[in-house]
């Protein structure tokens, strides 16, 4: 599809809704898809740190989060054609999940904030088979918790530990999964533990 190039970040000209097609799309024909939904901090940091930089970019779809990402674009002459917030993508997400009847993932944030959030999505949206979740507060690429959402086969895996660690966690073990959608959700499950 096309890309609109931000500070050498190449973002989809998309909107939510073609964004969302094109995910159940995918999902429904198995097929791996990493998503990164790149904020204005996410671009400026990538320009400091060329390996989360390539990580970004070996995302099969870059979402622009953030006004300031749709005014740089616009005053590069190359227009987005709307803001794409991470949160309304994963909960758009998460009504294609309750109506396919998929299996979620959740790792990342506080124990406490996730058993919330993992009560509260199992009440919105009780088609959701949830495949498992642990928090994030564990030391680096712990090979254990990686296992363990492997083994839980999940079609979708979100993952709130932050940036850049979050999408550092995909990349890095992305290798382990022959299918699932994998986006990391920043402080999403603070918000949907409230
Ligand atoms: N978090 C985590 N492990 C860590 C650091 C942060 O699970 O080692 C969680 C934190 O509890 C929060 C989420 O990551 O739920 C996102 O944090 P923040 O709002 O700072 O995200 P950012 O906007 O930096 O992506």
Redesign the pocket.
């Given at each position: 599809s096309k890309k609109v190039e931000v500070l050498g970040v190449e973002f989809d000209h998309t909107t939510k809704t073609e964004t969302i097609q094109m995910l159940t799309k995918r999902l429904k024909a198995r097929k791996k898809t990493f998503v990164v939904t790149a904020?204005p901090?996410?671009v400026m940091y990538a320009q400091r740190d060329p390996e989360y930089k390539k990580i970004v970019q070996s995302a099969d779809y870059i979402i622009p989060d953030g006004i300031g990402i749709i005014m740089g674009a616009k005053m590069l002459n190359n227009p987005l054609p709307e803001r794409i917030p991470g949160f309304e993508l994963m909960k758009d997400l998460l009504d294609v999940a309750d109506r396919e009847q998929l299996k979620v993932f959740f790792l990342?944030?506080?124990e406490q904030?996730l058993h919330k959030a993992i009560n509260n999505i199992q009440q919105d949206y009780p088609g959701i088979h949830i495949a498992g979740y642990h928090?994030?507060?564990?030391k680096g690429n712990d090979p254990d918790i990686a296992k363990m959402v492997q083994a839980a086969n999940p079609d979708m895996v979100f993952v709130?530990?932050?940036?850049p660690?979050?999408e550092q966690w995909i990349s890095q073990n992305s290798h382990l999964f022959s299918k699932g959608l994998f986006m990391?959700?920043?402080?999403?499950?603070?918000v949907l533990s409230g």
């Open positions: 904020n901090e996410i990342g944030a506080k904030v928090h994030g507060f564990f709130a530990l932050g940036f660690r979050q990391g959700v920043g402080g999403s499950f603070d």
